[in-house]
């Protein structure tokens, strides 16, 4: 096994950062609409946070290390292996929301938001790469 790259622990490590926010940002909207909606925030919805978080960024890392093996190969065998592992992860999250469906400790809305977060953290990466080269510059 080829020695995992610098840059995806860096990409990661972000994407671990942006989706711990949004985790927050979502146990609060979950707990301000306990106000309205008797048991709508109870600890299923940390509970399933906490592994909709896990897998959503596991998600992103094994992306990121195909990614990488993809980079060694001829052009057609690294799309037959790129369509393959996206099939794979795409799988894998569908397990992970079936079983939270059927396990009453999870929230399932609080297992599946989390999915999307590491698309959020990508979108927002472009903007904060410019804030730090601002901020290095003015320094």
Known sequence: M????PVIWKETGFV???SLILSVLMQSVFLIISHWVKGAWDYTVILGNLLGYIFAVGNFF???????KALGKEEKDAANFM???????????????LAA?????FNIIAVVIPFLFPRIAIMFRPLASMIKKRRDKDE
């Open 83 to 97: 369509r393959l592992s996206q099939l794979g992860r795409i799988l894998m999250l569908f397990v992970v929301a």
């Open 101 to 105: 469906y059927f396990i009453p400790v």
């Open 2 to 5: 080829k020695k995992i790259e």
């Open 62 to 68: 094994l992306m990121c290390i195909t990614v990488q």
């Open 16 to 18: 671990a950062l942006v």
